[in-house]
């Protein structure tokens, strides 16, 4: 359903909602980071894009798999931990952010479903903000089968229209939170439609950035394997992993054991985020590393975002919202990568 | 002023006359004002150079991926590697020289000198700028940076927009070169540990405070370590994984080296982990700010290095970086070293 | 009757001096707080600042570090490098607020059996009030 919601009423629509766990973007010092709201008035969407996407509520950087202690006879006693439960509601996410979820959920979904990733994905509702410009000046999401007003994988989405929002419910789950407070909302009229097609046009002509012709790109990308183009790319790469980290797309983790005790024997298995531009990733335990320097490391990513994803699941694991570009220690541009794998030989 | 096309024909000859294998600069990037690093390997390629206040980025980590490339190569090119440094820089690569890690005819040195100012700092400069996009910066006069904007020429003071450390530099030009641009004009900021003292005058508990919150924040991608040119170890300490495996290791080797730090980002590990890099980097660290800068979260990770600098001159008198000679801090000692701590 | 606090101290003591120091207070039979937990070390001077925060971390209420005398080091020159490095860590860790009296060096020969326990029972004393180390123990 499409309604209309007046800002000033926007936070007692919030307050409505407070038997859900509210996540929003919030300011710590230049950064805007998400953190749990308390007051339905610290909500405040006059913001860009935060430094890490929510992506970190659904998959966190440290998450308990399962707890193990002594018992009475010798053999550890194993106990699974799994998400505990949390209705949440996650406001402000950026169209790009939401699709990159839709592109995780196939790969913990699919075959076999991850267990700690799909009970947090399915309580938590997403409540996203249509980027009128965009948030920051590396964003790409039209050359990525994105768009600054995406609806993929939102509950609701939200388009600031000046002093309302333009409110899509997409889902049930969407439906059901706008239920609970049906008197705030109203219909909408043709005035409100036509502003928001233009915000909408406007916002795609405001994308300054494109990979052009990114079709040629893939099969480009299959033939590069050997190259000595990785080289020259990966010069001033340091390894730091921000990319990765950052990167909303990227889900690649690690396992490990915390022993708190060993006797009493106490401890947890917990999982977290790791990086293939570490260079010990793909270090295997007999000392052989196949991917031992950088331009192995910055080959992988590439072609995993937009060779080997797109043959597997037909998509770019790549959404377009430019946190890679701006946040590189040394300025290593992606954009310009591929450009240069387009133009490659030519 | 530092003159670029001075700068541009010495990298020229160093390349036409074989002298360099190649050159580490800078160069503008293909998005924003900042430069990216510029490896400059044939002479027409110069033109690519740049030096302006935006050069904030501290090349000598490349030194230290030089050698590691070298370490792998059956015959490697033994010609030194050319590389533009500012003061602060040219401490860094003291330290190397220093530590023995690198050799004297390893590298050459292109000193460049901020004469009366520094580099700036993008965040104080957008906020100065109020939302306009700068597309370039530049020197100008004795103490004053033009930034062009969409062609509106600005100019703002450099004081008003120097990065922090700039503000307590303690080498305004290259303390080792093998050529030198600029004139060394010298700056001796009356407050060096001025930033460090802000944190020093707070209650304890508002320092724990202070340091939960902004540690809180890590997310352990380690991006502050492999920015550093100091943390060049093959494997560190915090990496549990990391350490050298050969086919002759023995499962048993493996199964009992020591955990020091968990991998995951709980706040007593992150507290751990930057503190231990900090006492690692005491007498080494030279204040170039990159950790900071690369910071994805902001986090002041610099003081804590900044405060051993501070006590290092202060219970030590050891100024770092100035001396390839000079024996590291914490492998050498005074008869006269304080201990009033000691019972 | 409430338990009263009892801190638990972890000493690092050098081999040669310090930890047979600690050695000759047992054996002759010196009364002292139970609340150490001590930790040979061949020198002060190998000292590294992973153990003193690893300590810290493992839920250590304080933290003591104890060598030979100056002049006096069995391999000549360790604790001249321990009384720097040592110096160093204190001063890191009161500027991230760590209560000072939670960290304390000492220079104890092997004949000051006496001297070590005085050592230990002012140590528990001070740690008594302050209560104990939350700040960099591991909580989860």
């Known amino acids: 359903m499409e309604k209309i919601l007046r800002k000033k009423s926007f936070p007692q629509w919030v307050k409505k909602l407070e038997s859900y766990t509210i996540y929003a973007p919030t300011k710590n010092g230049d950064l805007w980071i998400y953190e749990v709201i308390n007051h339905s008035e610290d909500i405040n969407l006059d913001y860009l894009n935060t430094v890490l996407s929510p992506k970190k509520i659904i998959f966190p950087q440290r998450e308990i798999l399962l707890e193990f202690s002594a018992s009475d006879d010798g053999n550890p006693e194993i106990k699974e931990v799994l998400p505990e439960e949390n209705p949440s509601i996650v406001f402000g996410v950026r169209p790009c952010d939401a699709k990159a979820l839709t592109l995780t959920d196939q790969v913990f979904g699919g075959d076999f479903d991850d267990l700690y990733y799909w009970k947090r994905r399915n309580q938590a509702i997403l409540i996203g903000l249509a980027c009128n410009t965009p948030p920051s000046p590396n964003c790409f999401c039209l050359s990525v089968n994105s768009s600054p007003h995406s609806k993929e994988g939102l509950d609701i989405l939200m388009t600031d229209l000046g002093d309302r929002y333009y409110v899509e419910s997409l889902t049930e789950k969407g439906n059901k939170l706008l239920n609970l407070a049906k008197k705030l909302f109203e219909e909408p009229k043709a005035k409100d439609k036509k502003d928001l097609e233009k915000i909408q046009l406007d916002s795609e002509k405001k994308i300054e950035r494109q990979i052009k012709e990114i079709k040629k790109i893939p099969p480009k990308l299959k033939g590069m394997f050997d190259s000595p183009f990785w080289d020259e790319e990966a010069m001033s790469c340091i390894r730091c992993g921000i990319c990765t980290y950052l990167c909303p797309t990227c889900h690649c983790f690690d396992i490990s054991d915390e022993v708190l005790s060993s006797s009493p024997l106490e401890g947890k298995r917990v999982r977290t985020w790791d990086t293939c531009q570490f260079p010990d990733f793909t270090m295997h335990s007999s000392g052989h590393n196949p991917r031992p320097d950088k331009a192995s490391r910055l080959r992988q990513r590439i072609m995993h975002k937009f060779q080997y994803f797109v043959e597997r699941y037909k998509n770019f694991q790549c959404t377009g919202c430019g946190r890679c570009i701006s946040k590189c220690p040394v300025g290593i541009d992606i954009i310009e990568v591929l450009d240069k794998v387009r133009d490659y030989g030519t | ?343 | ?140």
């Open chain 3, 1 to 140: 009757m409430a338990d009263e606090f009892e801190p638990k101290i972890v000493a690092f003591l050098c081999k040669w001096c310090s930890s047979a120091g600690s050695d000759l207070a047992g054996v002759s039979r010196m009364q002292y707080p139970p609340n150490v937990i001590p930790i040979t070390v061949m020198c002060s001077g190998s000292m590294s600042p992973l153990y003193i925060l690893s300590a810290f971390k493992k839920g250590a209420d304080g933290v003591l570090v104890s060598g030979c005398h100056p002049g006096d080091c069995h391999y000549i020159k360790g604790n001249y490098y321990a009384r720097r490095r040592i110096a160093l860590v204190k001063k890191l860790l009161e500027f991230i607020g760590l209560e000072p009296q939670r960290f304390q060096m000492s220079w104890v020969s092997a004949a000051e059996g006496t001297k070590y326990t005085q050592i230990i029972k002012e140590f528990v004393d001070e740690l008594k009030p302050i209560g104990p180390q939350t700040k960099l123990r591991r909580s989860s």
């Open chain 2, 1 to 343: 002023m530092v003159s670029l096309e001075e700068l541009k024909k010495e990298a020229q000859m160093l390349l036409e006359e074989g002298k360099v294998k190649y050159i580490v600069g800078y160069e503008r990037s293909t998005n924003g004002l900042m430069p990216v690093p510029a490896f400059i390997k044939n002479p027409e390629d110069v033109e690519r150079l740049v030096w302006d206040p935006s050069c904030i980025y501290n090349l000598t980590r490349f030194l230290v991926d030089e050698k590691r490339r070298k370490e792998k190569e059956k015959k490697p090119d033994t010609r030194p590697v050319g590389i533009v440094v500012k003061g602060c820089d040219s401490r860094a690569v003291v330290v190397l020289l220093q530590e023995k890690f690198i050799n004297r005819e390893d590298v050459f040195i292109l000193g460049v000198s901020c004469e009366n100012t520094g580099v700036v700092d993008e965040k104080k400069l957008a906020e100065k700028l109020k939302g306009k996009k700068a597309d370039k910066i530049e020197f100008s006069d004795k103490d004053h940076f033009v930034i062009t904007s969409n062609s509106e020429k600005i100019k703002i003071p450099a004081q008003e927009i120097l990065a922090e450390r700039c503000l307590e530099c303690r080498a305004s030009f290259p303390v080792i070169s093998d050529v030198l641009l600029g004139e060394k004009v010298e700056r001796r900021p009356d407050e060096p540990f001025k930033s460090v003292q802000k944190i020093e005058s707070l209650s304890k508990e508002e320092r724990w405070a202070f340091w939960k919150e902004q540690l809180d924040k890590c997310i352990r991608c380690y991006a502050c370590r492999s920015v550093c040119p100091m943390c060049y170890c093959d494997e560190c300490v915090v990496d549990t994984i990391s350490f050298a495996v050969t086919a002759d290791t023995a499962a048993e080797e493996k199964a009992q080296k020591i955990k020091w730090i968990e991998k995951s980002p709980d706040s007593s590990e992150n507290f751990v982990y930057h503190l231990v890099r900090a006492i690692h980097l005491a007498g080494r660290c030279i204040d170039c700010g990159e950790c900071e800068r690369a910071c994805p979260l902001d986090i002041p990770v610099r003081l804590l290095n900044k405060k051993l600098e501070k006590e290092a001159k202060e219970l030590f008198d050891y100024d770092v970086g100035f001396d390839p000679e000079k024996p590291s801090l914490v492998s050498s000692f005074k008869d006269e070293d304080p201990e009033d701590f000691i019972r």
